[in-house]
């Protein structure tokens, strides 16, 4: 099965870009669709974007279409997510998402392997 790890977060000012990265092992990386979720502190965890197992179709979030894009680098195992122009109500932690078939999915349970998740404060 697929491990998944999170990394690119830390502290960033408002307005400000970063991009996620989450890297794959232990499994052929484009059998998996994919997706990032957040969770900021006292709620539940978020939908934020997925995307399909060769890249070529992705959905995001009404919420951070236009700042938020999702993307994958097969030959690398990595997914990413790149935000822009972030908030403070964009502060959770960042957790990356597979399930071993297509589709794209919003909800939890549709995933089947997480990441620890990476950690996004947005200073004011």
């Known amino acids: 099965q697929v491990a998944l790890v999170e990394s690119g977060g830390g502290l960033v000012q408002v307005g400000d870009s970063l991009r996620l990265s989450c890297t794959a092992s232990?499994?052929?990386?484009?059998?998996?669709?994919l997706a990032w979720f957040r969770q900021a502190p006292g709620t539940e965890r978020e939908y934020v974007a997925s995307?399909?197992?060769?890249?070529?179709?992705?959905h995001h979030a009404d919420s951070m279409k236009g700042r938020f894009t999702i993307s994958r680098d097969n030959y690398k195992n990595t997914l990413f997510l790149q935000m822009n122009d972030l908030n403070p109500g964009d502060t959770a932690v960042y957790y990356c998402?597979?399930?071993?078939?297509?589709?794209?999915?919003?909800?939890?349970?549709?995933?089947?392997?997480w990441g620890q998740g990476t950690q996004v404060t947005v200073s004011s």
């Open positions: 998402a597979a399930r071993p078939t297509g589709g794209l999915y919003s909800y939890e349970a549709a995933y089947v392997h």
């Open positions: 232990g499994d052929t990386f484009s059998k998996y669709s």
């Open positions: 995307i399909n197992r060769n890249g070529g179709s992705a």
